[in-house]
């Protein structure tokens, strides 16, 4: 018998409005994921302290557990410290280190989790992945997706506007992600899932097609809604393909070249999507990325992040080594530091300064 369908690993709830955070007792037991109201509740020093003492009264049976920070060792402390009680579920509260820490957590005691995202910095929110810091470097290890998504725009309005603009950055870099991966199946015969790269590319689109603003709710929907369906994207694919392209690998090659002067993921991913666009020859793709980019506050050349043409070359030339076996744009090419040097010479005058 033919297989119809497939079963999408998705959460049961994606809540993202204004004042979500309010309602988040009641959809928990509304969706059966805690009717005891046991909750082991993950949060960070900054935005996740402040939001506790507004949630505690709303949540009189969980238990909070400060976390640290965004390491491996934070995260099995955690682990070690929930195995201690009984609860229905892990919620992660905060920024993406605390979620990435509760999501390795919340799989380790095998838990299911609840992100509850205080800002928009990246699309990990919802990935099966959780990306920690470890005495090697960081690693990326598979978990779980979250069983739910709460994303109070409220909430995202307050946090640095830096968030927003890294997540803006992450989700358009879809489309040079997907092009990538669309270039591996030409030339490699790589598998491509058609599902998975269509709903990457659609968050990505939507997002870089919305005339709105950082300060706009439907803008902020827009862009969380499309960080979601890119983790649900990854999912789908079973890996990070969808979402992670040439661009991302200059992006680990600014961490681990300058790891004290790298800026944040999303803007240099968005560099390095525009960058890659233009290399693969879609020029008017890249300049109208770049110009979107630019309307956001984000950077389109490297100088505008601290570093030197050279400094880029060399990241470049660095960038497919981080991802071995991986191949894009960048490898596709195959390019010497003086042909970096020309295209970005090339990218540079076309975007204009």
């Known amino acids: 018998m033919p297989v119809l369908t497939r079963l999408i690993p998705s959460p049961v709830v994606v809540d993202i409005r ?164 669309e270039l591996s199946n030409r030339v490699t015969g790589e598998s491509i899932d058609g599902l998975a790269a269509a709903m990457a590319r659609q968050a990505g ?17 827009v862009l969380a809604e499309g960080l979601v369906l890119t983790g649900i994207s990854m999912s789908v694919a079973g890996d990070s393909r969808p979402a992670s392209g040439a661009c991302h690998e200059i992006n680990h090659a600014f961490d681990l070249l300058f790891p004290k002067r790298a800026a944040s993921h999303g803007e240099q991913v968005g560099i390095g999507a525009a960058f890659a666009m233009h290399l693969r020859g879609a020029h008017e793709e890249s300049e109208h990325m770049a110009e979107v980019l630019r309307r956001h506050g984000l950077p389109v050349l490297p100088e505008e992040i601290g570093f030197s043409q050279d400094e880029f070359v060399q990241v470049v030339a660095f960038a497919p080594q981080t991802r071995p076996g991986r191949y894009t744009i960048l490898e596709h090419l195959d390019l010497s530091t003086d042909q970096i040097k020309d295209a970005y010479a090339d990218y540079a005058k076309a975007i204009g300064s």
């Open 205 to 221: 689109e939507a997002v870089l097609r919305h005339p709105g603003g950082v300060g706009d709710d439907s803008f902020l929907q």
């Open 18 to 181: 204004a004042g979500a955070l309010d309602d988040l007792a009641s959809v928990l037991a509304d969706q059966r994921i805690s009717a005891s109201g046991k909750l082991a509740v993950a949060i960070s020093g900054g935005s996740g302290a402040k939001l506790r003492q507004r949630l505690e009264p709303a949540l009189p049976g969980a238990d909070w557990f400060p976390v640290g920070g965004g390491t491996l060792d934070d995260a099995v402390k955690l682990a070690d410290a929930i195995k201690k009680g009984r609860y229905d579920a892990v919620v992660g509260l905060g920024g993406g280190k605390i979620i990435d820490c509760a999501k390795f957590a919340a799989a380790r005691v095998g838990l299911p989790l609840v992100a509850v995202a205080t800002n928009l910095s990246h699309d990990g929110l919802c990935s099966p992945v959780a990306t920690l810091d470890n005495d090697a470097g960081r690693g990326s290890y598979g978990v779980p997706n979250p069983i739910a998504v709460v994303i109070d725009l409220d909430v995202i309005r307050e946090a640095p506007v830096r968030f927003v603009r890294s997540g803006i950055g992450d989700a358009v870099s879809n489309i040079s992600c997907v092009a990538d991966w």
